[in-house]
């Protein structure tokens, strides 16, 4: 009795290192199917990444900002390429 006791944790550990190990091994193959670039999880495991990333210190930088110039600032044609009549 006192070696099945002694046992139990070990073989707990086991299962679960093997378990993981098959967990990996099911999601490097996952990863390069059509499921995985169109599907829900990969958008939740992002989001997840990046919720317990930001208690950590590590921000996503800002998207990006499309230029915006006003058209007032825009160069005019000279007189003689203009197509206004003298």
Do not use: C, N
């Not at 098959?22 to 939740?44: M, V």
């Amino acid at each position: 009795m006192r070696l099945m006791v002694a046992v139990l944790p070990w073989l707990a550990i086991a299962v679960v290192i093997v378990a993981a190990i098959l967990a990996f091994i099911w999601f490097r193959a996952y990863r390069y199917t059509e499921a995985w670039r169109k599907g829900e999880f990969r958008a939740a495991a992002l989001g997840f990444l990046v919720f317990f990333g930001g208690l950590f210190g590590h921000r996503l930088p800002p998207p990006p900002q499309a230029r915006i110039e006003s058209i007032s600032s825009a160069p005019t044609l000279p007189d003689e390429i203009s197509d206004k009549e003298p």
